[in-house]
């Protein structure tokens, strides 16, 4: 491995050579520059996923150059058969045949930048790091052309210097990772024999160096929009801007006043029941440049700064909402150490003011390892609250192969007169030392009174909870069926601060993959009798017996076409009452420029429990029902056009009521009322794009729910009720620009 290292210097330096030239060139897919013909072409390739590590050099082919200003590629990927065609928005996962790029700029074996690119000229880009998560809410510019030929397709690629963030060196070096997923034999291979999900990922790339100028940039983004409410009669419009500007290479200033949270894009429908909220990522170009640096995670999803917290819902006080007026962020990156300072300001409204957020980040990087700390405040005057997190977290390498992940927190609330403080900390590793065998395991404990949700987010708190997995992948199976089939068993023992037994889990998967490129997935997993101690948000907990879940999931292989999958789950859940829940989802792409996906679920239980209020709970015979159709239509390659419509209903028969005793048990009450729901949305929603980062949005859409107290109206009823009852009615119109 080390003697491919040794060449990628050489490579650098040769490359260098070029530099004064490189400002010539175009980017038109097609390497006919002379810089290109002087470049070396490497050919080195590895089939990683699956993981065989076999090398391939029959896969693709790729130069590389770099200039003062930034780096071209020079992609190139041979095909064997016509390449699928998939119409969908940019900035999303591909199922079709592409390349992805994967920059380690500091070099410090912790983060990369991800470029990606497919064959008919998809983009998505993101920022990957040691958590093994790729978070594709990063966006920057970034210039790529694509050409198709008979037995290959090219993409030539720039990323300027300027959309990355690392230390300033006189000769920079960074880490450098190509792969391509080949949709003819569906796997992925790439320049080194590494995938992403390997401890020793980071530590396998390339390693080349580059004169980068310190430059300086300025951009500013100005929006305006305007929304016509239907329901209520009225117009707004609203006017706001992002600035970013970067004085030096390593340092980083934004600012955004009166942001909106991008009504252009609508949240998935999520009818929950249950005392976990639910988590939608960020969509505000602001919180998604510069980001990573904050993004401090643990288990639970525990997340130290939950940028949809600014100016949105407050967990702590849902009756005073305000919009976000303004904020700043401001980073530092050097060769070993970060540091970064992220402040807000919500609007006052006529209920008071609106919240003020600060948040500080410092982190020093050490060979593959890290330490941080972080200090979040909320002060929230409606309230009269102020939430202070302190936190510190390490990233520890111990070998190539194995990891371990450490985090400390701690919050204080201060709230009329009273204070209130706990902590919490986890410890997380994983180890893949012996090949295809995969060891991960997590333990931690958050304190009954730990409060994080003011900025942050965490599922839980009073847990104390072990979780081990381990997976075993064996790739090409010597049989005429099965092509790769991967093992994996798992096992979570929890607990609360009130020392109640919480549910034991114990899991068993197997997945194959066939020779004809079908997917098959079957799992069982065995949950122990203990307490439930969410459902009565807070009050008593409820003792529910022992419970079993079988899985089967089924996906067909990616035809010319389209594909279709299938899920389900049965078991037992409740007072040993059985349950099943299904999905079934078909994608077709009818021509070059129009797919139509269509998904159809069902839910049953008929010993469903729900609170009902303080220790008294409900048990239902309870069905939920759900369709979503999605349909992409790509006009030209500005233009796209989308419809989406979501609409789920629920009805329930009561069985019994019960209000639980202090030892969990239950004591039979008068039989309550039954219920039944409804709830839909619908957008259509026309994109024309000046650049990446720039657009034209236009947006209709509308949004209902229904309440059927005495479930008296049947399925179809429901649907239309739903759609009849409009919560929102809107006409949205937003222009991005750049200068």
Known sequence: MNQYRYLGYIFSHLMCAFNAHSQDMIIDGVLDENQWQLTLTLTKSYQVLPQTLVRDDNQFSYRLLTTDKGIYLGLTAKTQKALRVRTQENDSIFSNDHFQVMLDMKNNEQQSYVFAINHQGNYFDGIYDVDKVLDLDWDTQWDYKVTTNDNSWVAEVFIPWSAMSFGIEDQNQFGVYVSRFDESSNATYASEPANPQMNSFFQRFSKYSSRVLNQTSFDLFPYVSFNQDFLNTRNSESVGAEVFWQPSKGQRLSATLNPDFGQVESDELVVNFSAIENFFSEKRPFFNHNQSLFEVTGPETLTLVHSPRIGGNNFYDEAHQSELHSALKYTLNSANYDVGVLSAFEKPTTRGDGRDFLALRGQYSFGASKVGLSLNHVNTPNIDRQATVLSSDIHYAITDNTSLNLGIIKANIKQYNKTEADIGWWLTG??????????????????????????????????????????????????????????????EIKTNFQHEKLPHVIGAAAELLTQDEFEYGLSIEMISSGFDDLVTRGNLALWL?????????????????GQYEFELALGTEGWNGYFYDMQTSIAQQLNQ????SFTVSQYHSNSWVDWDQDNMISEFSFTEQGVELSMDYQIDANQELRIKFEAVIGKANNLNTYVIQADGSVQRLHKSEDFAFGENTFQLRYKYSFSKLTALYLSYGFGGEYEDELAKFGKRNLYTRAIKSKNAHNLFGKIRLHF
């Open 430 to 491: 994983s180890s893949d030392i012996a090949g295809q065998h995969t060891h991960e395991f997590s333990m931690f404990s958050y304190g009954e009174h730990l409060q994080l949700n003011d900025i942050g987010f965490v599922k839980r708190v009073n847990r104390k909870q072990f979780e081990y997995q381990y997976q075993y992948q064996i790739p090409n199976v010597a049989s005429t069926l099965i092509r790769d089939i991967t093992f994996a068993l798992e096992t």
């Open 545 to 561: 017996p022992s419970s079993q879940i079988l899985e089967l999931e089924v996906a067909s292989a990616e035809y010319l076409w």
């Open 593 to 596: 420029d129009f797919n139509v």
